[in-house]
């Protein structure tokens, strides 16, 4: 079955706000096995709607329309899809005590406005929100059949998952394939090489189609899979995720979704273990990362942030000599760093970064791109010196975090 | 005049990348008066591609449209178009040394693929590309002018600036209107609030028009003047700006786009001043705003990210009574955390953060949302209590440096 995806509003249309709902749902539904085939975006104007789900209606099987389920006078999907279907707009009892639950909830007063939120195209159906004021709804017009959600991402999303996609795949019928999506998250390969470990997975595994998405600098590659047959599709995506898995190696970081941060706190948990931090050249964004996983200071102690040599020597203890002889970037340097964080955190892991993630700075010897790495543990201690030819500051402090995590995540499973 | 978009691509459309770029051609063409009424997305797909091309051009005057003029076989633009319009392709020798000269400059070898990129549709112009390999073109299809611009962003974004901007104005002819836009970054104001405060702009200069941007926690009040009169649009532009400036008064950033990071890092540069950090609930992440600008270590010399109270006692030297008898989310241990930022650093200022960033640790007396924020400057230092409903970690631990970096702006500023 084919679909199309209709974002509304005004910020959308005057580039205000970016449209990210488009591609979410778009990226559902081909998981799914339902080819998108166009987006659209309109503004707040109702000659345009009508027109534009009129056009719709005329080409595919399916759609979804995001936006303008709202209490105010722009609000015009209801009033669009009602002229577009040729039916009156008609009071829903279920979708007010949609709307009037939300409000009793957050225990706010409702206003008249709102009540115009439960008015509905005669003939659709409630597509109930769990989680905000806007009722959504479908509806069947000419050969396609409508999913009007709201524009408010993670109602839509809980909306579009807990309802849409399963009538979605109901309509499929007969023609209904069982699907599977399997995400392996990587870092420290290339896209492109990522991409040639893993392309032969689509002759060996008929049915399984391919997929990378960067997502700098980690590369997801997704194994996507349909049939008719579950049981049989689960043993094909089995089967193709471990051939997948043995191609890359130890550049996978996990195997659902789980970003390299939440891997390296779950690993420290497991050890009942805990980490402290120094950082010159990622300012603080190694910290920043690690404490975003929430429940950290279950094992995140400590990160001292020394862009100065005075605060390395003072905090960290690291040597003046060691200083004066190597300079700041340097694989010694790093790894007394570590040593330092471990000692004055109290942690089992110490872990440091210092490099030059520019623009200015660089030398022949250590351009911009340059990090030395360290690490301390209960067993050794060591620095590492890496270099990334990416040249930007923003891009280098994300990636010299990254290696640093890479680091410390090899060390803490022994790989 | 009217415009529509057309972003074409397979990633796009499938959901793997989210399209940035209408958005942002949106922006533009809305702030010098040019009305964009619709965007759509296609795929890789060649009838599809041309029966947009021809909707488009039998319902709008203008029209940009992004992608598909790579070396691929998936990269489909240029034929779409020559079809669309029903010309032949033709081999452009402007185009072809465009191509070359960048395979020169970057000393790669260019294959047969890139000959490709130079076969342009017939009677079209050549848009030169400064920073790619794919040249753009623009070509007069039914009543409307058609650009057609690589999809990479900065490529896009440069030749949209300087080559399609000043035609698109130029087509306007007698019609053509100077237009200028003011960004006014404000902190400390919901956006509703905001908008309340300035909301009279519009009747005050006729002729300007006022839009709100959420940027969280910042927001941005733009106004957009048109005018046939360049000197009396800057005249009225200059005394808007000037009047929405009082209206908003402390709450104003910048004036132009700055941001609060890098305004926070002029002042301190201004005044030969140095920065230390202590840090609890934002983890990192205020040290990793302030080095996120070029040249920040000439005022950032230290953070301590202190989540266990061993570290704040060793390290900054808080008082273990002061933690015993208030906890560690207390305006009093805030305020001996800057202080001893200040005192390990070296630094002029010392600036600290701590609080409840969630989701767990809340209580009664402290829930998720409140932070205590630490000032210690050469004359005193003080620590103040917020707190910020937004319930979620992510956001807490933004809005809390932001809280912090405007208490510093306001010291720095004495305001």
């Known amino acids: 079955m084919k679909a199309e995806i209709l974002a509304t509003g005004d910020e959308i249309r005057s580039g205000a706000l970016v449209d990210s709902n488009s591609a979410y749902i778009s990226e559902k539904l081909e998981e799914n096995g339902i080819e998108v085939v166009r987006h659209t975006c309109v503004g707040d104007d109702l000659p ?60 706010r007063p409702m206003t008249e406005s709102n009540r115009k939120q439960a008015l509905l195209p005669d003939g659709s159906n409630l597509l109930y929100n ?37 009538e979605m795949l109901s309509l499929q019928g007969d023609a209904a394939m069982h699907s599977r999506v399997k995400t392996i998250t990587t870092f420290g390969l290339p896209e ?30 997704k194994l996507y899979g349909r049939d008719t047959d579950p049981a049989l599709l689960d043993q094909r995506m089995d089967q193709a995720g471990r051939w997948a898995l043995q191609r890359l190696g130890q550049n996978v970081i996990s195997e659902n979704g789980e970003r390299m941060e939440a891997v390296v706190g779950r690993l420290l948990l497991e050890r009942s273990a805990s980490i402290g931090l120094a950082e010159s050249c990622t300012g603080g964004l190694l910290a920043n990362w690690l404490t975003n996983v929430a429940g950290s200071s279950d094992y995140f102690l400590f990160s001292g942030v020394t862009y100065s040599n005075r605060a390395k020597i003072d905090v960290l203890g690291v ?25 004055v955190a109290g942690s089992t892991y110490g872990l440091s970064t210092s490099g ?60």
């Open 48 to 107: 345009l709607l009508v027109a534009a789900l009129r056009e719709i209606g005329d080409r595919v099987d399916l759609a979804v329309v995001t936006g303008g389920l709202g209490p105010t006078s722009d609000d015009l999907t209801a009033e669009a899809a009602a002229r577009a279907a040729g039916v009156e707009l008609r009071f829903n009892q279920p979708a007010f005590e949609n709307v009037e639950s939300f409000f009793k909830t957050f225990n």
């Open 130 to 166: 769990p989680v905000g004021t806007a009722p959504g709804f479908s509806l069947t017009m000419q050969k396609c059949r409508f999913f009007f959600l709201p524009g408010v991402p993670y109602e839509m999303r809980r909306m579009l998952t807990e309802q849409v996609m399963p």
């Open 192 to 221: 492109s090489l990522a991409g040639e470990k893993v392309a032969g997975v689509e002759a060996a595994f008929p049915g399984v189609k391919l997929g990378l998405r960067a997502n700098f600098p980690q590369i997801q590659v």
């Open 319 to 343: 040597r003046p000599e060691t200083l004066e002889r190597h300079g700041a970037v340097h694989e010694k340097t790093a790894r007394e760093m570590a040593e330092g964080a471990r000692r």
């Open 356 to 415: 030059i993630a520019g623009p200015d700075g660089g030398t022949e010897d250590k351009p911009v791109g340059t990090v030395c790495v360290g690490y301390a543990g209960p067993d050794r201690s060591f620095g590492r010196r890496l270099y990334f030819p990416f040249g930007k500051r923003l891009m280098n402090k994300k990636i010299f975090t990254m290696a640093a995590l890479d680091i410390l995540r090899k060390e803490l499973l022994k790989i």
